[in-house]
């Protein structure tokens, strides 16, 4: 049986194609390399021990998604290309939409005419509005303060409406909090260009020296040690996660929303402080101003997940740094070095 990752080239996509192999599925990526090497292939076929197929294409292409769902036997897709800068997105709006947005409905009108029914959509905690209590559930009331974050509310709705439309349909929504971590053979990571916006590459690559210090935005939250707390998990066990997801799917109709974390909150400072544990290398910082939109504190419940996927995140935060500084410090340029 054959699963297509669109975006699997990527970081979280390279995972899942390796947890997807290893559960014994056909893996096929299609990705337009935008914010990935196709060097990633070759390393997952050496975590695997087998190649996924590859496909260079784009979401919006549907000449290019014929070509894919006509060459292979696809049974599921688990749509994952996009573009994720929360800052980039509110310059580029458009950019956007038309990528996260339009690209989904590209690949549902190819899907339809292949009669291909079952998605498993990568979604975010970003979802969730600012005003929700703390752990969030799947109920709390969502409400984006972003363009990146509105796309992938619209993406709900819109497989939502999809299931609603044909009694045979599986869209499985995964709201993801903050994956982070790499394959612990240190083949496969995540490998952003230029300066990182997100913590965990910005640490890594001040502990590998490419850059000098960390600014922690914000030391005067209402949190524990005033900097802002977050529910990181391992990329691995949220790799797991969408192998169960492809299950759930294969078994159940309609639509419904699953969050993937661990349901911990770590603060900024915990985490440089684990991270300093697991490399021994020292992580200089300075405690800079709030980053606009930043909320102080937020963390899962993923006890549906648990219930209904039989999933849980089973890997710690000394694991996630580990495997972190592992994939930094043997790969330090990323893929292209
Ligand atoms: P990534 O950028 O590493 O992976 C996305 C992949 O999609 C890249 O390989 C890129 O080249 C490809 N892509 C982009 N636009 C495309 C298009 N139009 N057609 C084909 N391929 C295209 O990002 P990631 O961190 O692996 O994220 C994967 C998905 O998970 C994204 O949808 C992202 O929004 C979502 N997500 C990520 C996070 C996170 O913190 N990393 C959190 C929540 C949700
Ligand atoms: C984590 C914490 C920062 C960088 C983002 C997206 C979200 C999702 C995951 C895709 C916060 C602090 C960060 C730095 C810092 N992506 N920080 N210095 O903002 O929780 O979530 O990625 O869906 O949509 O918004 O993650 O890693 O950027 O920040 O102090 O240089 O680290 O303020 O408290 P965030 P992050």
Redesign the pocket.
């Known amino acids: 049986m054959s699963i297509l990752l669109t975006g699997g080239a990527g970081y979280i996509g390279s995972h899942i194609a390796v947890e997807l192999l290893a559960a014994g599925y056909d893996a096929v990526v299609l990705d337009n390399l935008k914010n990935s090497s196709a060097a990633v292939i070759g390393r997952i076929e050496r975590i695997a021990g087998k190649r996924p197929a590859f496909y260079q294409g784009d979401i919006n292409d549907s000449d290019a998604l014929r070509r894919v769902f006509g060459e292979n036997d696809i049974d599921c897709v688990i749509q994952l290309a996009g573009l994720?800068s929360?800052p980039e997105s509110a310059a580029k709006p458009l950019d956007y939409y038309r990528c996260n947005v339009g690209g989904l409905l590209t690949l549902l009108e190819v899907m339809a005419e292949k009669s291909v029914k079952r998605v498993v959509f990568s979604s975010?905690?970003?979802v969730y509005g600012s005003s929700g209590e703390i752990p969030y559930t799947e109920s709390t009331p969502t409400g984006c303060t972003?363009p990146?974050?509105r796309t992938?509310l619209m993406c709900e709705e819109i497989l939502r409406d999809c299931a609603a439309a044909d009694a045979e349909f599986s869209a499985v929504l995964l709201r993801?909090?903050?994956?982070i971590g790499a394959h612990p053979s240190g083949l496969i990571g995540e490998d952003p260009q230029g300066v990182?916006?997100?913590?965990?590459p910005?640490i890594s690559r001040v502990a590998v020296g490419a850059l000098e210090k960390?600014?922690?935005?914000?030391g005067d939250y209402p949190t524990r040690d005033g900097?802002?707390?977050?529910d990181y998990l391992h990329v691995v066990d949220l790799a797991k996660g969408h192998v169960r997801a492809v299950g759930y799917a294969a078994q159940h109709t309609g639509a419904r929303a699953f969050n993937l974390g661990t349901g911990k909150g770590v603060s900024?400072l915990e985490?440089v402080r684990a991270f300093e544990r697991a490399s021994g290398v020292k992580v200089p910082y300075v405690i800079?101003e709030?980053?606009a939109?930043?909320?102080a504190e937020y963390y899962a419940d993923a006890s549906l997940a648990q219930k209904e996927l039989g999933w849980r995140a089973e890997l710690s935060l000394d694991d996630m740094c580990r495997d972190t500084w592992n994939w930094q410090k043997s790969n330090p340029h990323g893929y292209e070095g």
Do not use: C, E, H, Q
């Not at 990182?196 to 965990?200: C, G, T, V």
């Not at 960390?214 to 914000?218: D, K, V």
């Open positions: 994720k929360v975010s905690a970003t972003n990146y974050g992938k993801y909090f903050n994956p990182p916006n997100n913590l965990m910005y960390l600014t922690i935005y914000g900097t802002g707390v977050r900024v985490m800079g709030r980053r939109g930043d909320i």
